[in-house]
Nanobody, 124 residues
């Protein structure tokens, strides 16, 4: 099992920045990819960003490309999501997720473990 805990959410004005952190514990060696998803009220959970493989390849949703950056610190079992130029439409609960295999990483079904989520609210 892998346990994931997200921190760093909060309230920020449009145009501001936040950095989310995800701490992984347990059988972290079994994970290949780490991703971030978000879910706004009344909407489905949507992909935000993922980092995978030994080389740390990354991929982003078009809606956040150029504004968000995903990174990881393997030595500390941490994954980060730096969010800049935030918009009100970025308001959601943000979830960290871990996948054992590098497949279907753009969809929730590609992930095996999930954190409890952290709220991000962007005011206009």
């Amino acid at each position: 099992q892998v346990q994931l805990v997200e921190t760093g959410g909060g309230l920020v004005q449009a145009g501001g920045s936040l950095r989310l952190s995800c701490a992984a514990s347990g059988r972290t060696f079994s994970t290949n990819a780490m991703g971030w998803f978000r879910q706004a009220p009344g909407k489905e959970r949507e992909f935000v960003a993922v980092v995978w493989g030994s080389g740390g390849s990354t991929y982003y949703a078009d809606s956040v490309k150029g504004r968000f950056t995903i990174s990881r610190d393997n030595a500390k079992n941490l994954v980060y999501l730096q969010m800049n130029s935030l918009k009100p439409e970025d308001t959601a609960v943000y979830y960290c997720a871990a996948a054992r295999a590098a497949a279907a990483l753009g969809t929730p079904r590609g992930y095996d473990y999930w954190g409890q989520g952290t709220q991000v609210t962007v005011s206009s």
